[in-house]
Structure formats: C-alpha cells, structure tokens
C-alpha cells in the first residue's frame, strides 16, 4: 500500500467544534462501523480513523456526518495526522483495530505477533497522545480487546499476546489520567460473527487437520449459551462506558464473551 493512501486524509473538518469528539480506530471494520453508528446516534461528532482512503469513502456514504481521517496507527506519522483532525473535546477515544492472525503458538510467524502488539497497544498510545489535550475530567479511553487475553488458547496467538498486553497497559493508562478524570477501559469480546472469525477458525482446523465448520461448532459449544458475539453487543457495551456512573470501572476488563472465560475473577 502507497504511503500516500495509508496516512494523510482528513475529510469534512467544516463542523461544529464545540461538538465532542469520539475518535474511532478501525472504523471501517466489522466492530467500527456498529459502534461508529452508535456514536453517531448519541449525538457525537465522530473521527473514523483506518488505513483505506476507500473504505472511509464508503463507509461515509453509509453513515453520512461522519468525518474521516486516513491513517495508520502502527506508524508514528498517524499522531500528528490524528491531532491536526482535532478541534474540539474529545469525549472518546475507541480504539478497535484488526490484526493479522498469526495461528498458533507453535507455529506463529512472528513478525505478525510483533505487529499485532504495535497495532493494539503502540496504536493505542499514538492515539492516546494526539488526543490527550483534548481529553477533560469524563473522557473515556475504551480499548476492543478479546477474551483471548485473558483465557489463552494454543491456536489463537496474536490475538492472546496482544488483548494480554492491551489490559496491562489499560490499567495503567487508568492509573496515568486517573488523576485528570480521564477513565480507561477494555472491553473483551469473544469469537464475534465477522470474517476475522473465519480467518481465525481456518488457523486451528489446519493446526488440528480438522474442517472449518469442525471448528466453529466447537467454539459455540464453549460458550455457555453456544452464541458468538455480534458487533452489535460490542457497540452497546462501548455506549454504555459513556454514561457518568461507568467511572468506577477505569482499569478494568468489561467481558462480552458469551460465557466463555472459565477462570476467576
């Protein structure tokens, strides 16, 4: 991918700014665009920030008022990019990019391990500081990382290095704004209907020399309603960290994982 179609495009700044801002990593994703559309609902002026100059283009047809920012949060060029798009109170920052799967541990390429903690953790930090001056007392800082985090699995690892790392560094951005009133969160999804979903499936039923469906019929038998998560439950879940009273959940991981975590808490 050019470096001219990855980091450089803001579009729509010509709006209110006085309206608080909710920044959306990943906005062009299968989680992004439910919880963009849901922002957009509670009457925020929401940034959808993601790689593709094309996706953004598409998903603002979707969601017309939205406004959107090209660029790549693995690079430290998406700071300033992400900060020049800013010109009022940030009341979120939502940070939900996809990374690469890298299958199990055994295996793992790891450069693609490397990646994934850059997309999901350095990402977040670049966010993090081009937004932070436009952060106040009840501002959230809302990370999407999985249940893989918190219950390892043998054939899912880049998404279990890198939710385990995300909590880490949640809870201390917690323990860095507290002192402003600025909240951090994780929320933890399970195995969501989307095509990571399938990507990550295909990775264990070639590590088990199993068939696909083999697999995601032993995915919904470990939750204890056999549901996956929808991207839907995850943008309620983000809208519900928006409310005054979510305050007294800064640090902590909000599970949407279908009853899947089996350890304590």
């Known amino acids: 991918m050019r470096q001219e179609d990855v980091v450089g495009l803001t579009e729509g700044l010509n709006h209110d700014s006085a309206a608080e801002t909710a920044v959306v990593i990943g906005a062009t994703g299968a989680f992004g665009r439910v919880i963009a559309s849901k922002l957009l609902g509670r009457g925020l002026d929401v940034l959808a920030v993601a ?3 094309s996706a953004l283009e598409a998903l603002q047809n979707e969601l017309p008022g939205i406004r959107a920012c090209c660029a790549d949060v693995a690079s430290d060029e998406s700071t300033n990019v992400i900060t020049r798009a800013l010109t009022g109170p940030v009341r979120a920052v939502v940070h939900g990019p996809g990374v690469g799967v890298a299958g199990g541990i055994l295996n793992a390429d790891i450069d693609i391990l490397n990646e994934a903690v850059n997309i999901k953790v350095g990402g977040l930090l670049r966010v993090v500081r081009a937004t ?3 952060m106040r007392q009840g501002s ?3 990370a999407i990382g999985g249940h893989y985090g918190l219950e390892p699995s043998a054939y899912a690892a880049s998404a279990g290095v890198a939710n385990a790392a995300l909590v880490n560094v949640v809870r201390q951005l917690s323990l860095g704004y507290g002192p402003r009133g600025i909240t951090a969160h994780v929320i933890a999804p399970g195995p969501a209907e989307t095509e990571r979903l399938r990507a990550v499936a295909a990775a264990r039923a070639e590590q088990d020399g199993v068939s ?5 019929n032993q995915m919904l038998s470990e939750s204890s309603i056999s549901q996956f ?5 995850v ?9 005054e009273e979510a305050e007294a959940m800064t640090g902590s991981t909000l599970m949407l994982d279908s009853g899947r975590r089996r350890g304590l808490p």
């Open 229 to 233: 998560t929808k991207p839907e439950q």
């Open 132 to 134: 932070e001056r436009h």
């Open 51 to 53: 790689r593709s100059k």
């Open 235 to 243: 943008a309620w879940a983000v809208s519900l960290l928006l409310d």
């Open 140 to 142: 959230r800082i809302i």
């Open 212 to 216: 696909v469906q083999q697999v995601l």
